[in-house]
């Protein structure tokens, strides 16, 4: 099993660029988050899924969106890059019938310069 | 939002010594769960606790969830040096669909 697969690993944007981060997970996994961690903080959770074409906002979400057309993936846009987007992206995902806790992918490096 | 406040930010310690680190909030929680996060990798889950007062451990590493459901703490006994890392405490309200509080982190450094 390959988990929660994250792509790319590393991005500098320019600012007012759009990127997608890419998020898949192949343990059929309902729950899906996206939280950004920034240096010496903890993670914040910016938009949630509970299932395909089902999404909600987190506690962060401007300047954010994302979809969910399928169990499996679940992009994370920025349309207009800002500095303050500068962060480690995590995916995540969960079985969601218990608070089993979390799998996470291994991250996404952005930097908006 | 809810938070959850880790103590401490960092500790430098000698290998073999003991580490104790904790969280609180002012809000109560139905699960307490601690990862830790290696370098360039994203968090991985060390110990999950479901039940006010329970002590559960892991090897080398045991948390309890308070009795106020408040709070909890990690001890990592006889440090070594492959426990370098951030340590996160995240907390579960039951407000739906499992999202997570996380605290701030604790990051171990181990002199060898």
């Known amino acids: 099993n390959a988990g929660v697969t994250q792509t790319p690993k590393f991005r500098i944007l320019k600012i007012g660029q759009s990127m997608t981060l890419q998020c898949a997970q192949d343990?059929?996994?309902?729950?899906m988050y996206w939280y950004r961690q920034d240096p010496g903080m903890g993670l914040k959770l910016i938009y949630y899924s509970v299932g395909a074409g089902i999404t909600d906002k987190g506690e962060v979400p401007n300047g954010y969106n994302v979809s969910r057309s399928t169990t499996e993936d679940f992009p994370l846009r920025l349309e207009l890059a800002a500095p303050s987007q500068t962060s480690v992206y995590f995916c995540?995902?969960?079985?969601?019938?218990?608070?089993?806790?979390?799998?996470f992918g291994s991250g996404t490096r952005l930097t908006v310069v | 939002g809810q938070q959850l406040n880790q103590s401490p930010q960092s500790m430098f310690i000698q290998e073999g010594e003991d580490v104790s680190m904790n969280c609180t909030s002012s809000s109560i929680f139905n699960t307490w769960l601690w990862y830790k996060q290696d370098p360039g990798e994203g968090p991985v889950l060390l110990i999950a606790l479901y039940k006010a007062g329970e002590l559960t451990s892991n090897g080398r590493l045991t948390a309890q969830f308070g009795i106020t459901r408040k709070d909890s703490f990690l001890n990592i006994s006889a440090s070594i040096p492959s426990d370098v890392g951030i340590y996160f405490c995240?907390?579960?309200?039951?407000?739906?669909?499992?999202?997570?509080?996380f605290g701030q982190g604790t990051r171990l450094t181990i002199n060898p």
């Open positions: 343990m059929n996994h309902n729950y």
């Open positions: 995240a907390g579960q309200g039951g407000w739906g669909a499992q999202k997570l509080v």
């Open positions: 995540a995902s969960t079985v969601g019938q218990e608070a089993y806790g979390y799998t």
